[in-house]
């Protein structure tokens, strides 16, 4: 029931609710880089609410930094806590200080941590036993599936926020009974959700299944880009490569887990003849997240003739096979240390029905996509735009949601 002096975050389903707060980093007009926060269509300028004496303390201070890491490095209890300041300041009844505040459609966001490490996941079990099918109909998943949340190391230099358009790369792949190095044909999107880590655990010193949860420090959205001509090719034994490391997208402003605890839910059951969960990564309490995720295509043609975004996918984060606290627990399982501000990707977030696919490869599966202008896809073309959206739902809470993820396909260079 809580609401905010600043008006615009009382709207039926914002994004940016009092209950939301996410971080974030951004420029006003001709000002230098900042930490800030989402409220309703307004920032929060953490900088001036300092200097103002409207916010204290060493985790506010962090929080105005131009990167999220200081912050993220200091754990959760400390953004707990600056999260509760940052409620008392902007709840209604409180003064108002409008002052703090900056129009976000006036701002610059901008990649919210310096990104030190990426590693990306494959939790989804209907992805994996889809694409799986091409390989092996008998036997699609991998041969651990079941035993660990699969995960290869992916490329952190070239982590964007959302908006950095995407250039369509040259790469070998196979073609016409033999091999060329030529722009890609199979540009594709991969709908995840991308986790922040707070804290760091020193070198051999594994994070267990009982404070996993307290690794994550929030959450956003990622688009995991995906090559899948070249994919297919290099991955043969060592996995995707250049394929992926192109470029990988972020919403920039970073949900909070203290924003998710109304909408954490049980982890769905094992099927009948599954194995049980490892001991390691075995947990009772209920990490699975109750977010419906979005990917929607925006053609040249729609834009020119003003039709909004198709939404191709509506996929459930609940219904991954492993949670985001196991892939923790997983990740540190040999002692290797996550530090604050590491990106850890969901792998892509695709539910078992219909219309649940969450990339082109799969929903191809069933045929081409048809779009509200007339055109079909099977894979993206050149300026075609990429934009994610998910919202959090549970009974009895205020529904939040995380913006943005957005992208579009650049040309290919002539050579």
Known sequence: MLRSWVNSANAADHDFPIQNLPFGVFTPAGEALRGG??????????????????????????????????????????????????????????????????????????????????????????????????????????????????AYHSRASSVRASGTDVRRPWGQYAQD????????????????????????????????????????FGVGLLNDWSVRDVQRYEMPPLGPFLGKSLLTSVSPWVVTMEAMEPFMAPLPPRLPGD??????????????????????????????????PHVVTEAPLAEMYWSLAQMIAHHTSNGCNLLPGDLLGSGTVSGAADGQ???????????????????????????????FTARAVAPGATSIGFGECRGTILPAHTR
């Open 177 to 216: 009974n033999g091999v060329v190095f030529a722009p890609t044909n199979a540009m594709d999107f991969e709908l995840e959700m991308a986790i922040w880590i707070a804290e760091e655990n020193a070198l051999g010193e594994p994070t267990p299944i009982t404070r996993a949860d307290r690794r994550i």
């Open 37 to 150: 926060v989402a409220i309703g269509d307004k920032v929060l300028d953490i900088a001036a609410a300092l200097a103002a004496g409207r916010l204290r303390g060493v985790a506010a201070q962090a929080a105005a930094q131009p990167t999220l890491n200081g912050l993220m490095a200091m754990g959760r209890d400390a953004s707990a806590e600056l999260r509760a300041q940052l409620t008392a300041l902007l709840a209604e009844g409180s003064a108002p200080a409008p002052e703090l505040l900056h129009d976000r459609a006036a701002v610059t966001m901008h990649l919210p941590v310096e990104v030190r490490n990426f590693s990306d996941f494959m939790a989804s079990r209907p992805h994996c036993a889809r694409l799986g099918r091409a390989r092996n109909p008998d036997n699609p998943l991998p041969p651990a599936f079941h035993h660990l949340p699969v």
């Open 357 to 387: 696919e969450a990339c082109l490869a799969e929903l191809l599966l069933r045929g081409p996509i048809s779009l509200p202008s007339g055109e079909t896809r099977r894979f993206l073309e050149d300026g075609d735009s990429v934009i």
């Open 275 to 308: 194995p049980p969960c490892p001991a390691h990564l075995d947990t009772a309490r209920p990490d699975a997240l109750r977010v419906t995720m979005r990917a929607a295509i925006q053609t040249p043609r729609m834009a020119a003739a003003g039709i909004a």
